[in-house]
């Protein structure tokens, strides 16, 4: 694929059932999600609310569909924990991805973050101090040290609704962590964020451990965002879609990753209403966006 790129394409179950809103996909058996995946050529999936957390029960699911666990989403509270408070918290999680041979651990600060409220409008996201900052930087270095030496990579997201969502935000995130401290390219909460995924992955290629890609419908952002409205509203009203759908053009960010020699793998999401967007033929179109960007920038 040229200066060592490697992929490995997964996708996110949250288009089959949401994890936030419950009810979104709440009748989808897990089943279907995992016959998609496995059928339109999907070789990895993240954890999603109808997985089990046995790793045995989970392994013999995978296995029957042929599918890795890419990893899944942890939800980290180190402004409220110390560092061994917080490691001592995420052992069950850690020991589910390294039972199933993950390598990546997704990780993102939710003590304060307004995206699970959909009472809460975008516009009252938290911020941090100018005193938090080196803490919370601090903090992140050392669970994510651990993680390390645990053999995992230490994806943090950068998401809505949290302390790391706007440009600025995620500068001043690298600017307090260490190198141990990757992220998870989010292309659709980069775009919400008014961050370019290109310049960030160029300007800190060791610092991108994972991609998710999921496409943003401008008009319908503008629209939440000048009613005040919350990110699940957003959801809801289909703000999110797949790679090719909205307005993010992604042969610039392949061509970006190619040029960091990424490899890991490359998430297909978007967190949409399943009985308006049908799951099985979003993430067909999105998963074929992405391979005719990768082509387009191998040749």
Not at 25 to 36: A, I, R, S
Not at 53 to 76: H, M, P
Not at 124 to 144: D, N, Y
Request: a negative charge; one cysteine or more.
């Amino acid at each position: 694929m040229g200066s060592g790129m490697e992929i490995r394409f997964g996708v996110n179950p949250i288009a089959w059932s949401n994890d936030d809103l419950l009810w979104l996909g709440g009748d989808t058996p897990l089943e279907t999600c995992l016959t998609d995946t496995a059928e339109l050529g999907f070789v990895g999936i993240e954890l999603g609310n109808k997985f089990p957390r046995n790793a045995n029960e989970l392994r013999a699911i995978l296995d029957k569909y042929g599918l890795e666990l890419v990893g899944g989403w942890y939800s980290g509270h180190i402004l409220q924990n110390d560092v061994d408070a917080e490691i001592a918290s995420l052992q069950d999680h850690l020991a589910l991805l390294k039972a199933m041979h993950s390598e990546v651990f997704i990780y993102a600060e939710c003590s304060n973050t307004i995206h699970p409220d959909i009472d809460k409008g975008m516009q009252e996201k938290p911020v941090l101090s100018e005193e938090t900052w080196p803490l919370f930087g601090q903090r992140l270095s050392g669970v994510a040290d651990y993680i390390r030496k645990e053999g995992l990579r230490f994806a943090y997201h950068h998401h809505t609704g949290t302390v790391v969502e706007t440009a600025s935000e995620l500068q001043r995130f690298f600017a307090e962590t260490s190198d141990s401290v990757g992220i998870v390219l989010d292309t659709g909460h980069a775009y919400v964020g008014g961050i370019d995924p290109v310049e960030i992955t160029l300007s800190f290629p060791q610092r991108i451990a994972h991609v998710h890609c999921k496409d943003v419908r401008a008009a319908v952002l503008a629209d939440i965002r000048a009613r005040h409205a919350s990110f699940l509203t957003g959801v809801i009203e289909g703000m999110f879609t797949v790679p090719g759908d909205g307005v993010i053009s992604y042969d610039p960010v392949f061509g970006a990753l190619k040029d960091i020699g990424y490899r890991g793998w490359v998430v297909v999401e978007a967190e949409q209403d399943p009985a308006v967007a049908d799951p099985r033929q979003y993430a067909e179109s999105g998963l074929s966006a992405l391979r005719a960007s990768l082509r387009t920038v191998s040749q």
